[in-house]
């Protein structure tokens, strides 16, 4: 089984409170684990403050705030519990950088600083979404908690990820799936 480029969406009778009613976008599925993002779960930074925290100017400098490019006024997520103090790049793939684990044709997974740089600087990628920490599963882990019925999967859409607001996500990652979410249950069942 693999469930690369799939979301994973929490079920209701997870009560973890690092998991529970998120959706994470999986980047790499293999015998040895799983690595992904939560794409719904906003820190109370946003990109303009993260880059000013790493020392990256911006290019464009708005006379207000509400003049400021829509990319940096993005929250930046809580990617997951590994390496919070490391970010993590979901981004269309205009550009290779140093660090890159290239997902699918259209979406990219990048660790280096670089892709930042060149956020700061106007000259990124497309479509961007920044995250601190990750999601990580060791091997047989992620498919233990799916035989659980820990989390739906379902092929990932990217609009999801990057173009919803954050709010929607969760709902739009159902629907992917013809679930509206006020019929799912918290209590699993085998027939």
Known sequence: ?????????AMPSMLDP???GTVVYLCEHNQNG????????PTDMTMDVLLDRINL??????????????VYRRPVMFGG?????????LHSTSDQFSSTLQVTDGIALTTSKDVLEAVAHGNGPARVLVSLGCS???????EDELGRNGWLTVKADPAIIFELPVEERFTAALALLGIDPVMLSGDAGRA
Do not use: C
């Open 34 to 41: 799983a690595l992904g993002v939560v794409i719904n779960k």
């Open 1 to 9: 089984m693999d469930l690369t480029d799939h979301f994973l969406i």
């Open 81 to 89: 519990p590994v390496q919070v103090e490391r970010g993590f790049v």
């Open 136 to 142: 990580g599963w060791s091997a047989g882990q992620l």
């Open 57 to 70: 100017k911006l290019e464009i400098k708005p006379d207000t705030p509400d003049a400021m490019p829509e």
């Open 18 to 20: 690092i998991f529970g």
